[in-house]
């Protein structure tokens, strides 16, 4: 009927191809970017010059029209997925190494800066995850980008477990990395790159990242978040290249049209409910979309745990029904308006204050009680 991870673009064509009106397909950005990680306790990772030759190399624009084809990347973007309101401008974007239109003079000045640090024949090991999208595709595409400034590169992929601990006890030179998220927030996206995080793979020493993390997170002044995020990002891609990013990842669901309830969100971690979900021989899209969410509370099952659940009266339905048309608003603003998410969230904590939980509440689960 329909899985949730993601499909790559050649899966969703050949099956719209095979199953025509039968099939329905939604597309996100996703909060999700592939970065390649340079370990600065590993000689020549330590030398700025390096750092900025690589990320100058890579083709970004092109290499995002090419590979949104054949992998699930498609955005080129900065430290927040397009579309989000902290999200970098493409003419603020376009300020940062690597980032121009420009990419054959963007390589010749890499070139040059590799013949200042005496790297001019650099050779290094990229450690890539053994998992195919979007990880090989990106890896055999940044080995080709480097080879075009002279460097040249071998791969090696560990399964999962074996990654993440390659990066963790810092035996990697250079490294996927892949940092996702729930929401858009800076908070939440930001804290992989600080200094003190276990996720700071790079293994800078930068308190600066720190210190602009924290002033960016405490200030109540948007624009003076926005001015923050933007040295944030300079400092991180651009000043001192403590990683490398390449794109956001791009999430496309096919289902079955009879699917109902269920609407992409940004993220792969919400709107996995699925007591919001039906099937349906007939009706479209818009149907679905102003139709309720759901079938009746009285066609679904009861679960309970031990005794049988005593009958719903009049008083508990309409706390069910607020209850589920707070998660309702939660899932159109993650769909429509990525900015509202934290409104969202707020106004559904303050739902489910008012809303006794138990045990054996219908459709109660770990993620009813997490968020109380």
């Known amino acids: 009927m329909i899985q949730f991870r993601g499909f790559t673009p ?4 050949q099956l719209a191809s095979a199953l025509g ?26 030398d ?5 030759a690589l990320t100058l190399a890579l083709d970004r624009w092109n290499g995002s029209k090419a590979l949104s084809r054949i ?3 498609k955005e ?5 997925v397009p579309g989000t309101p902290w999200a970098t401008p493409p003419e603020e974007l ?21 013949k200042e640090a005496g790297q001019e024949n650099l050779t290094f090991t990229l450690t890539n995850r053994a998992v195919p999208m979007p990880y090989e595709p990106i890896g055999v595409w940044l080995i080709d980008q480097w080879r075009q400034i002279g460097v040249n590169v071998k791969q090696v992929t560990l399964e999962s477990a074996a990654w993440f601990t ?64 933007r040295q944030f990002e300079k400092r991180l891609y651009d000043e001192e290249v403590h990683f490398i990013h390449t794109f956001a990842w791009h999430r496309i669901i096919p289902h079955l049209a009879k699917v109902r309830g269920w609407t992409i969100t940004p993220s792969h971690f919400l709107n996995q409910q699925l007591d919001t979900v039906w099937l349906s021989e007939s009706g479209g899209r818009a149907a679905e979309l102003r139709g309720p969410s759901r079938p009746p509370r009285s066609s679904r099952k009861h679960h309970s745990r031990g005794a049988d659940r005593p009958v719903e009266g009049p008083q508990d339905e309409a706390q069910h029904f607020e209850r589920d048309d707070a998660e309702q608003r939660l899932v159109l603003a993650l769909t429509q308006d990525d900015w509202r998410v934290p ?30």
């Open 76 to 80: 080129v973007s900065g430290i927040q």
């Open 94 to 114: 376009e300020k940062l190494a690597g980032y121009g239109r420009d990419v054959n003079a963007a390589r010749a000045q890499a070139r040059r800066l590799l």
């Open 48 to 52: 700025e010059r390096v750092r900025r």
């Open 166 to 229: 390659a990066q963790k006890e810092g035996r990697h030179e250079v490294s996927t990395n892949a940092p996702c998220n729930s929401i858009p927030e800076p908070d939440l996206d930001l804290h992989w790159f600080r200094a003190n995080s276990p996720a700071n793979y790079g293994r800078h020493k930068d308190a600066v990242m720190d210190d602009l993390y924290r002033r960016q997170s405490r200030t109540t002044d948007p624009d003076e978040r926005r001015k923050l995020l």
């Open 343 to 372: 409104i969202a969230l707020r106004q559904l904590d303050v739902a489910l204050r008012d809303v006794p939980l138990d045990d054996c509440a219908v459709g109660e689960d770990e993620v009813h009680a997490a968020l109380r």
């Open 71 to 73: 992998a699930i990347v």
């Open 21 to 46: 009106s039968k099939i329905a397909v939604q597309e996100s950005v996703w909060n999700c970017s592939i970065q390649a990680a340079l370990n600065q306790q590993k000689k020549p990772f330590d």
């Open 10 to 13: 050649s899966d969703r064509d």
